[in-house]
């Protein structure tokens, strides 16, 4: 193994790996930062799951509108595949350079459940990539319980790297990205979200999952049309914003299947699944 590098030389090293893997980003967060914000019960936090951990790694990718538009389709579902194959691949590679490099390290996977059968009846996973990216500055948490980044919104897919190796944190952002307009519950084809005085709603996860294990049984899983209607993000100056559109979309597909505006949604939702 070779010999432990200064704190900085590892993250700037760690920095370019990733970043030429492909991944969109990274940020860093210290364990203390769960013990910090008390946001979870302490069987959830990485340095209780694996206790030599002192620094979270959490790499995310972005998930293309113009595929996600299409939901529920097989061109997401594949999409959706493909950012988790890419994650898992560069989050071992990561943790296994880690460990070449005399790191403890491993990588959480990204889902970590047998099907959507289990979710159905128990929605929690051991472990929130969405809070560890919160604590390592990529972003807030939104209304609809996912993470809100400044360069896609909440279209990012998340694996977390718990190491070790001790790395300066990363600053957490400061003012929430989430304006509350509300667009993802009224969308949400289940009706999972309900306001509070919170900025973050109360979401029926049984509801979400129950309706997922009917997009799964159809092969066009998952449904993600809380994020794909969400304005927030960069990647909305590149593909814009049709609010309208999907505010309307549920009533004009109903009125008329073949309604033009959404000719190619519903062109590619007509192959390759139920
Ligand atoms: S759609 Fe609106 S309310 Fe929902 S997460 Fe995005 S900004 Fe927040
Ligand atoms: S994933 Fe779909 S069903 Fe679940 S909360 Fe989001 S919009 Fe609603």
Redesign the pocket.
């Known amino acids: 193994m070779e010999k432990k590098q200064t704190n900085a030389n590892l993250k700037k090293q760690i920095v370019r790996k990733v970043k030429q893997s492909g991944i969109d980003v990274i940020g860093f967060a210290t364990v203390d930062r769960w013990e910090q914000f008390g946001e979870t019960p302490q069987s959830y936090f990485p340095q209780s799951i694996f206790p030599f951990s002192k620094t979270v790694i959490v790499l995310g990718l972005q998930i293309m509108i113009p595929i996600l538009d299409t939901t529920p389709s097989i061109v997401y579902s594949e999409l959706y595949n493909t950012t988790n194959r890419l994650l898992d691949d560069v989050s071992y590679q990561l943790s296994a350079l880690l460990n070449r490099k005399g790191h403890r390290a491993v990588f959480f996977p990204r889902d970590a459940y047998g099907d959507i059968s289990v979710l159905v009846k128990k929605p929690e996973a051991a472990f929130s990539h969405v809070l560890a990216a919160k604590y390592a500055g990529l972003g807030t948490i939104?209304?609809?319980h996912?993470l809100?980044t400044k360069e896609f919104?909440?279209r990012v897919r998340l694996v977390s790297i718990l190491t070790d190796a001790e790395i300066e944190p990363d600053n957490m952002l400061e003012k929430e990205l989430?304006?509350?307009?509300?667009?993802?519950?009224k969308c949400c084809p289940t009706s999972a979200f309900t306001t509070t005085d919170n900025l973050i709603a109360d979401m029926d996860k049984y509801k979400c999952a129950a309706y997922h294990k009917t997009l799964k049984d159809d092969y066009h899983y998952p449904c993600g049309v809380?994020i794909k209607?969400?304005?927030?993000g960069k990647d909305r100056k590149l593909y814009g914003m049709t609010t309208k559109k999907y505010l309307n979309e549920k009533e004009a597909l109903e009125k008329n299947p073949q309604n033009e505006q959404y000719s190619s949604w519903v062109h590619l939702r007509s192959f390759g699944s139920k």
């Open positions: 939104g209304y609809n996912t809100l919104g909440p989430c304006i509350k307009c509300e667009l993802c519950k809380c209607v969400c304005p927030i």
